[in-house]
């Protein structure tokens, strides 16, 4: 553990926080993918598997308790509780074009073929593409709530932080793990836009806008 990846965790958790806060407080999932949420919850099913085989710390298991759990609450409000809200109609990415690559890719691409470690790789590759849905439809709409922008900047400096997690590691334990960095750096890349119009048009009290 240090301060990069725990406020990378951090900033994760606070993404979580502003999402479930927008959609029970606004009693609305509008703005919202729930293809992005179903996507996330995919990541941390396949991830967490090994919940109850693999202890590690307090604090891992507490945070993959959270993430779990949140992560189907959400779906749970915006599948359920507020259906009538979400808007279906812009929510349209094809997410099979996500879920078959990263699992064929993981079926290559792992640190060993047994069922945890390509379920494991699964989930880092698909979480890179996993706010492509969110993204697509923002742009689709033309625009984002400010509270919707809050929670996609949150989510990518979670992914940013742990960027720099690993080049703290490589350097002061001489540690690298390949699949995480390179999927972590496709993730953040993917975000890029996103943070320019966040900074220039958000933080000055702007709408933001992306193009269609």
Not at 55 to 61: A, E, G, Q, R
Not at 187 to 209: A, N, P, S
Request: glycine share 4%; charged share 15%; net charge positive.
């Amino acid at each position: 553990m240090n301060i990069f990846r725990l406020l990378g965790d951090v900033s994760h958790l606070v993404a979580i926080i502003i999402l479930l806060l927008k959609i029970w407080k606004s009693r609305s999932c509008a703005g919202i993918s729930l293809k992005s949420q179903l996507l996330f919850a995919l990541v941390f099913t396949a991830r967490y598997l090994d919940l109850f085989t693999n202890f590690i710390s307090v604090y891992n298991t507490c945070m993959k308790i959270v993430f779990l759990v949140a992560s189907y609450g959400t779906i749970y409000l915006m599948f359920f509780k507020f259906r009538a809200t979400y808007d279906s109609s812009h929510d349209t990415f094809r997410v099979e074009f996500l879920i078959l690559p990263a699992l064929a890719l993981s079926l290559v691409v792992n640190h060993a073929f047994t069922v945890m470690e390509v379920l494991w790789s699964f989930s880092i590759l698909l979480e890179a593409v996993a706010i492509l849905p969110q993204l697509f439809m923002v742009s689709k709409t033309g625009e984002a709530e400010s509270i919707t922008s809050h929670y996609l900047f949150a989510l990518g400096s979670y992914r940013g932080l742990y960027i720099l997690n690993w080049v703290y590691r490589y350097y002061s334990e001489g540690f690298v793990d390949w699949i995480a960095v390179l999927a972590g750096v496709v993730q953040t890349i993917l975000y890029c836009d996103f943070f320019y119009l966040y900074i220039t048009k958000v933080l000055k009290g702007k709408k933001l806008q992306l193009p269609a």
